[in-house]
């Protein structure tokens, strides 16, 4: 097989799959245990500084947005990122964890560009931004997911995305055409918001489901936020529902309303008014920390944090919610 | 503003929606395409399936999605699934259009949405990075690109190519191992509707906006257009649109 270009690109998180391999014998129990376990702890015992991790789905999307907010508040540093996401990721470009970064996108969609990243990348303290496409990002997970080295793909040929990527272009050995390789991407650590999990981590997920079944297969660590806790016979009643098996997971984490400010769909709507408060906030220095003192740093958890938002506009944001109409 | 009086924005929405027949997939990126499906849908292509990149399949647009992850995106929809799913239907040739913008478009329809400046790293601007727009401007068969019209964002070289376009002309996607047969198809601007010339795959002028003279459109692009012998004029936003864009697409006003 012949590589006909190179992407120049730092290969961040290079994948090792007989490690994988022997990681998942070793340290992921096939026993029914209960995982349920607070945000704190769970955070303090699965990532840390200088891991790989990720989130699911993106900031304003079922996203678990209580769990981004408690790895600010741990301070957890030098983190390196898939980067795909909107406000979880800009919590901690704001608050200066962020060391390498895997990117294809980090904006804030119809708020237009991220001043956190803009700040964070033009003045060069994140040390390696490496540029992959959405398809590109997930196709990768799903390279690890399958527990093989790399995936070929029709995307990412002839651009600089390819150019300033860990990719390759070879010549396919069937056809005689030029694919893409993407190296397959294990994360350290996985953070995934759903709308039901039992004890166990088996977790189900309405709606589109995002790259939740990639992603939770192709991490070391996976922690899921829940809304709702469910008796593990709910899960057996509808087991074609299930996106997450247990034995992927490490730790379930109960969470209600644990997306805020974003959507959970079926459940409750984004809330405007605290992502426009974000995106104002996020445009200098100042307003980054006085907006994480007062919803992050100044609460304990995401139950004060709730409070804080207050009972009456997420209750708002659930009769907002369309639901199944 | 009275409905004969009407915004860049919105003719842009109108002049962007008109392109789209009934009955084929488009592949939908934040922001005015969406505006533009919704108003296809509404207009003249009832059957416009709705494609989103992570997941939602066929929706009815009723109200206008902020995101292209949100529940809007699959409200009523025909499936609801997950990224790979849309990007491998794209991949294997499901995908008729896919809408496209960025921050620099070169004569070629090359996308730079990535940075700013001659530098990868660190660069002078950093923008949001590719996203989907790479895998559309791949995989879907005709894109459609939506540009405000300046000599900012209309250059003679991109800073980076995101999202290639026919890159350095005729042949070069093929060469580069993209799926034959796609490439750039419109760009709408907000002074212009252009094309591809077939044989140079360069950008070509095919109708202004009403009260947009060809000069202006020269003038306002940093790099020789193909100008053909005809040019065409695009029509203002009839009352229909306009009602149905303000009223009913996006009455909170995210966009217009």
Same mark, same amino acid.
């Given at each position: 097989?012949?590589?006909?270009?190179?992407?120049?690109?730092?290969?961040?998180?290079?994948?090792?799959?007989?490690?994988?391999?022997?990681?998942?014998?070793?340290?992921?129990?096939?026993?029914?245990?209960?995982?349920?376990?607070?945000?704190?702890? &769970?955070?303090?015992?699965?990532?840390?500084?200088?891991?790989?991790?990720?989130?699911?789905?993106?900031?304003?999307?079922?996203?678990?947005?209580?769990?981004?907010?408690?790895?600010?508040?741990?301070?957890?540093?030098?983190?390196?990122?898939?980067?795909?996401?909107?406000?979880?990721?800009?919590?901690?470009?704001?608050?200066?964890?962020?060391?390498?970064?895997?990117?294809?996108?980090?904006?804030?969609?119809?708020?237009?560009?991220?001043?956190?990243?803009?700040?964070?990348?033009?003045?060069?303290?994140?040390?390696?931004?490496?540029?992959?496409?959405?398809?590109?990002?997930?196709?990768?997970?799903?390279?690890? &997911?399958?527990?093989?080295?790399?995936?070929?793909?029709?995307?990412?040929?002839?651009?600089?995305?390819?150019?300033?990527?860990?990719?390759?272009?070879?010549?396919?050995?069937?056809?005689?055409?030029?694919?893409?390789?993407?190296?397959?991407?294990?994360?350290?650590?996985?953070?995934?918001?759903?709308?039901?999990?039992?004890?166990?981590?088996?977790?189900?997920?309405?709606?589109?489901?995002?790259?939740?079944?990639?992603?939770?297969?192709?991490?070391?660590?996976?922690?899921?936020?829940?809304?709702?806790?469910?008796?593990?016979?709910?899960?057996?009643?509808?087991?074609?529902?299930?996106?997450?098996?247990?034995?992927?997971?490490?730790?379930?984490?109960?969470?209600?309303?644990?997306?805020?400010?974003?959507?959970?769909?079926?459940?409750?709507?984004?809330?405007?008014?605290?992502?426009?408060?974000?995106?104002? &906030?996020?445009?200098?220095?100042?307003?980054?920390?006085?907006?994480?003192?007062?919803?992050?740093?100044?609460?304990?958890?995401?139950?004060?944090?709730?409070?804080?938002?207050?009972?009456?506009?997420?209750?708002?944001?659930? &009769?907002?919610?369309?639901?199944?109409? | 503003?009275?409905?004969?009086?009407?915004?860049?924005?919105?003719?842009?929405?109108?002049?962007?929606?008109?392109?789209?027949?009934?009955?084929?997939?488009?592949?939908?990126?934040?922001?005015?395409?969406?505006?533009?499906?919704?108003?296809?849908?509404?207009?003249?292509?009832?059957?416009?399936?709705?494609?989103?990149?992570?997941?939602?399949?066929?929706?009815?647009?009723?109200?206008?999605?902020?995101?292209?992850?949100?529940?809007?995106?699959?409200?009523?929809?025909?499936?609801?699934?997950?990224?790979?799913?849309?990007?491998?239907?794209?991949?294997?040739?499901?995908?008729?259009?896919?809408?496209?913008?960025?921050?620099?478009?070169?004569?070629?329809?090359?996308?730079?949405?990535?940075?700013?400046?001659?530098?990868?790293?660190?660069?002078?601007?950093?923008?949001?990075?590719?996203?989907?727009?790479?895998?559309?401007?791949?995989?879907?068969?005709?894109?459609?690109?939506?540009?405000?019209?300046?000599?900012?964002?209309?250059?003679?070289?991109?800073?980076?190519?995101?999202?290639?376009?026919?890159?350095?002309?005729?042949?070069?996607?093929?060469?580069?191992?993209?799926?034959?047969?796609?490439?750039?198809?419109?760009?709408?601007?907000?002074?212009?509707?252009?094309?591809?010339?077939?044989?140079?795959?360069?950008?070509?002028?095919?109708?202004?906006?009403?009260?947009?003279?060809?000069?202006?459109?020269?003038?306002?692009?940093?790099?020789?257009?193909?100008?053909?012998?005809?040019?065409?004029?695009?029509?203002?936003?009839?009352?229909?649109?306009?009602?149905?864009?303000?009223?009913?697409?996006?009455?909170?006003?995210?966009?217009?």
């Amino acid at each position: 097989m012949r590589v006909i270009e190179s992407g120049i690109g730092e290969l961040i998180q290079p994948p090792d799959l007989d490690n994988f391999r022997e990681w998942n014998r070793e340290k992921k129990s096939r026993a029914l245990v209960d995982k349920v376990m607070t945000e704190a702890e &769970a955070v303090s015992r699965f990532v840390y500084d200088g891991c790989y991790i990720g989130t699911e789905l993106y900031g304003t999307v079922r996203c678990p947005m209580s769990l981004a907010r408690e790895v600010v508040r741990q301070g957890k540093k030098d983190l390196r990122v898939a980067g795909q996401g909107v406000t979880e990721l800009d919590l901690w470009l704001g608050a200066g964890l962020v060391k390498k970064l895997d990117i294809t996108y980090i904006g804030l969609e119809v708020y237009g560009t991220s001043s956190a990243l803009r700040r964070m990348v033009e003045s060069g303290q994140i040390d390696t931004v490496v540029e992959w496409s959405n398809g590109g990002i997930t196709w990768r997970f799903k390279a690890a &997911a399958m527990g093989v080295p790399f995936i070929p793909v029709r995307a990412m040929l002839g651009s600089d995305t390819f150019k300033y990527s860990a990719a390759k272009v070879i010549e396919c050995p069937f056809t005689g055409q030029k694919v893409c390789l993407l190296p397959a991407l294990i994360l350290d650590v996985a953070l995934i918001h759903v709308h039901r999990a039992d004890r166990y981590g088996n977790a189900q997920i309405d709606g589109i489901s995002g790259f939740a079944f990639e992603m939770s297969r192709a991490c070391k660590r996976l922690i899921i936020s829940t809304e709702k806790i469910v008796d593990t016979l709910e899960i057996r009643r509808d087991p074609e529902r299930t996106i997450i098996p247990y034995y992927l997971v490490d730790a379930v984490v109960h969470t209600p309303y644990g997306s805020h400010p974003g959507e959970m769909v079926y459940c409750y709507e984004r809330d405007e008014v605290q992502l426009r408060e974000w995106v104002e &906030a996020s445009k200098t220095e100042q307003g980054t920390q006085t907006y994480l003192d007062k919803y992050v740093y100044g609460v304990a958890n995401h139950q004060e944090y709730l409070e804080l938002i207050g009972p009456e506009r997420l209750g708002q944001l659930r &009769a907002e919610e369309e639901g199944r109409r | 503003m009275s409905e004969a009086e009407y915004n860049p924005t919105e003719l842009l929405i109108c002049i962007a929606a008109r392109q789209m027949p009934d009955s084929v997939t488009a592949f939908i990126g934040t922001g005015i395409p969406m505006l533009a499906a919704s108003l296809a849908q509404k207009m003249h292509a009832p059957h416009v399936v709705s494609v989103f990149e992570f997941g939602g399949t066929g929706a009815q647009l009723v109200r206008l999605p902020r995101a292209v992850g949100e529940s809007r995106t699959f409200y009523r929809g025909v499936a609801a699934s997950g990224i790979c799913d849309i990007m491998e239907t794209a991949t294997r040739g499901f995908i008729d259009f896919g809408f496209l913008g960025g921050a620099q478009i070169d004569p070629h329809g090359n996308l730079n949405s990535t940075i700013i400046g001659p530098q990868h790293h660190p660069p002078q601007v950093r923008l949001p990075g590719s996203g989907g727009g790479n895998d559309v401007g791949s995989l879907c068969w005709r894109t459609i690109i939506i540009m405000r019209h300046d000599r900012r964002r209309f250059v003679p070289q991109v800073d980076f190519v995101t999202t290639p376009g026919y890159l350095d002309g005729p042949g070069a996607r093929e060469e580069a191992g993209l799926p034959p047969g796609t490439g750039p198809y419109r760009v709408v601007s907000t002074l212009a509707l252009m094309d591809f010339e077939p044989e140079s795959k360069r950008m070509r002028l095919l109708s202004t906006h009403p009260g947009v003279t060809v000069e202006q459109v020269i003038e306002n692009t940093g790099f020789e257009l193909v100008i053909p012998k005809e040019v065409g004029r695009n029509g203002p936003p009839t009352a229909e649109e306009l009602h149905l864009l303000r009223e009913e697409i996006d009455p909170e006003g995210f966009y217009i």
